[in-house]
């Protein structure tokens, strides 16, 4: 059983900057790849991006390549999202997630475990 926590949300004008992080414990970090998603309000969750196991990879969605970057530190357990150039449309809950077999990165329902996400709000 693996628990996720994410922090670093918050509050920021647009053009402005958030790191997100989710720590892991309970499993062997990695062994997972590591996505994050968002849900707005009254919206679908969607990917925004994934990152290997052993960090060789990322996969963004179009949204946010070139303004959002993902990395891990396995020794850590931690993965991270760095956005920036933030815009009122990124706002949203964050939620990272953890894929044990590792393929169909962008798919929500392949992904083993959760964390609670955590809000952030980008005004304009």
């Known amino acids: 059983q693996v628990q996720l926590v994410e922090s670093g949300g918050g509050l920021v004008q647009a053009g402005g900057s958030l790191r997100l992080s989710c720590a892991a414990s309970?499993?062997?970090?990695?062994?997972?790849?590591m996505g994050w998603f968002r849900r707005a309000p009254g919206k679908e969750r969607e990917f925004v991006g994934a990152?290997?196991?052993?960090?060789?990879?990322?996969y963004y969605r179009d949204s946010v390549k070139g303004r959002f970057t993902i990395s891990r530190d396995n020794a850590k357990n931690t993965v991270y999202l760095q956005m920036n150039s933030l815009k009122p449309e990124d706002t949203a809950v964050y939620s990272c997630g953890a894929n044990r077999r590792g393929n169909l990165y962008w798919r929500a329902n392949e992904y083993d475990y959760w964390g609670q996400g955590t809000q952030v709000t980008v005004s304009s």
């Open positions: 309970g499993g062997t970090f990695s062994s997972y790849t």
């Open positions: 990152i290997s196991r052993s960090a060789d990879s990322t």
